[in-house]
């Protein structure tokens, strides 16, 4: 079951209801069998790969928290400082290693399950990526201090498989969403309102864009060495439009549903479009990710303190770890490895002076460089789209050799018969797309714009909305809608 299919509204709202009638005490427990109930929905070896996880990881905490706690003292007994140093130092060493043994074995089972390697080819990986990281940063977390292990393990299978994100994130940490587990939630209704918005635009981009390009484009890298250059081109764009839509739309669902339930999830996509460079990229796409790899990853391999040079392997190590995340294939770690040169190479420009002038060659300036840096992303997304590295290498040179830009047009073979108004009409949902982002842009919040409208239009634009998105479900009924991209990762 996933949230564009017919099944998830109805379920969704009767745990909303449900939920918000139990006592606090007692909401973990219907979350949890709420998350249950959602992942048996991929079938029951999704659930049985998830439990493994969840135990594994639990339980590395708990023995990694343990083995640092300091061993009660016998009567009588005292301890010189050096003896008590040499006593704290065994406990940190007990620690660690209790922690990268239990590290390992999850990473090992990841890949056991990402793989389908021996029994693992019998169970599900749905959500594997998103929830395994999840649990990983837990056990860091535990480990760096920063959070308790939690002991009651319904409490944290709650967390791991919290239902909203298990399949497309945004990644959670446990001194996020745990702790409000553990704390309860209450329902607020300006939360709730932010929600329903939330779950509206999200509904609006996966179905009415990310959907639609999906049928669009799909043609288009069947046979790949038959397109033009300019038709395949065309394709690798819309793909990155897709992409955005897709998994942003996901986000916003997700993140709209835990905000019904009381909880407060932060941000996962901000305009990444609007990005001025790559580094500036990544602060705004999939942040939850990002930043998990920066703290997880990147600064535990010493970030940029250790030397320009030591600074620049440790961004290479980053993004492949990113690339392997995303994917089996050796198109993955390609990507990673570009997306690691792209961070490089950006550090080594950034050392020089940016250009000053007046505020319009500013502006003009930073078109150029979001232009510049859409394209170097465009042409990463190509290694997600192409079937395999031999046809990344095929698209790029049918695009290069190959462009028949007047034939592709007179022939109509970029919209393989999709229809030139029913194009026009995506075309016009693409850029009320990006106007809406411009609009949150520029004032933090596209519910901060419609709030400073008058309630009458703002009705208006709600209802409009709806109706638009219901028309576009029905009008998509039938066919073979994208269901979610990053469901393969």
């Known amino acids: 079951m996933n949230f564009t299919s017919i099944r998830f509204l109805p379920f969704f709202f009767l745990i909303f209801i449900l939920y918000h009638q139990i006592p606090s005490g007692y909401r973990y427990l219907f979350l949890l069998l709420s998350n249950i109930l959602f992942i048996l929905s991929w079938g029951p070896g999704c659930a049985l790969t998830m439990l493994i996880i969840i135990a594994i990881t639990w339980a590395g905490a708990m023995l990694t928290e343990r083995a640092g706690e300091a061993r009660t003292e016998q009567a009588g007994e005292s301890r010189t400082e050096r003896e008590e140093k040499a006593r704290t130092e065994r406990a940190e060493t007990r620690r660690k290693a209790v922690f990268l043994t239990f590290l390992l074995i999850t990473v090992a089972a990841f890949f056991v399950f990402r793989l389908k390697i021996g029994f693992a080819g019998v169970l599900g990986s749905v959500g594997l990526s998103f929830y395994s990281l999840q649990a990983i940063g837990y056990m860091a977390d535990v480990y760096m201090k920063k959070t308790k292990a939690e002991g009651n393990i319904l409490k944290y299978a709650a967390y791991v498989s919290f239902f909203p994100t298990v399949i497309s994130g945004p990644i959670q940490r446990s001194t996020g969403l745990l702790k409000e587990i553990r704390e309860g939630t209450a329902f607020s209704y300006e939360l709730a309102?932010?929600?329903?918005?939330?779950?509206?635009?999200?509904?609006?981009?996966?179905?009415?864009?990310?959907?639609?390009?999906?049928?669009?484009?799909?043609?288009?890298?069947?046979?790949?060495?038959?397109?033009?250059?300019?038709?395949?081109?065309?394709?690798?764009?819309?793909?990155?439009?897709?992409?955005?839509?897709?998994?942003?739309?996901?986000?916003?669902?997700?993140?709209?549903?835990?905000?019904?339930?009381?909880?407060?999830?932060?941000?996962?996509?901000?305009?990444?479009?609007?990005?001025?460079?790559?580094?500036?990229?990544?602060?705004?796409?999939?942040?939850?990710?990002?930043?998990?790899?920066?703290?997880?990853?990147?600064?535990?391999?010493?970030?940029?303190?250790?030397?320009?040079?030591?600074?620049?392997?440790?961004?290479?190590?980053?993004f492949l770890v990113s690339g392997i995340w995303h994917g089996n294939g050796f198109k993955y770690i390609a990507w990673g490895i570009l997306h690691g040169l792209y961070q490089v190479a950006g550090s080594i420009v950034s050392r020089g002076r940016n250009p000053v002038g007046n505020s319009g060659s500013f502006l003009f300036y930073r078109l150029i460089k979001c232009f510049f840096t859409f394209l170097l992303v465009e042409f990463g997304?190509?290694?997600?789209?192409?079937?395999?590295?031999?046809?990344?290498?095929?698209?790029?040179?049918?695009?290069?050799?190959n462009f028949g830009l007047g034939a592709t047009i007179a022939d109509g073979s970029w919209i393989n018969g999709y229809g030139m108004p029913r194009f026009l009409l995506l075309a016009v949902e693409i850029v009320i797309f990006f106007i809406a982002d411009h609009l949150t842009e520029k004032h933090g919040s596209l519910q901060a714009v419609l709030d400073k409208r008058p309630p009458v239009i703002r009705r208006a634009l709600y209802i409009l909305a709806a109706t638009a998105l219901i028309t576009g479900a029905l009008y998509n009924y039938g066919t073979d809608p994208s269901t979610f991209i990053y469901a393969q990762f």
């Open 381 to 401: 997304w190509i290694f997600f789209r192409a079937g395999s590295l031999r046809d990344v290498f095929l698209i790029c040179r049918r695009i290069l050799f």
């Open 193 to 318: 309102r932010t929600g329903v918005l939330m779950m509206l635009s999200g509904y609006l981009q996966k179905i009415l864009i990310a959907d639609r390009i999906h049928l669009l484009i799909e043609p288009l890298f069947s046979d790949i060495a038959l397109k033009s250059g300019a038709a395949l081109l065309f394709g690798c764009l819309m793909y990155g439009i897709e992409l955005y839509a897709d998994f942003a739309g996901y986000s916003l669902i997700a993140i709209g549903a835990a905000n019904l339930l009381g909880f407060r999830l932060d941000d996962n996509f901000r305009r990444p479009y609007f990005a001025a460079d790559i580094r500036d990229f990544w602060r705004r796409w999939h942040i939850s990710l990002s930043s998990f790899l920066r703290d997880y990853v990147y600064i535990p391999l010493g970030g940029n303190r250790k030397g320009t040079f030591r600074k620049y392997v440790n961004l290479m190590i980053t």
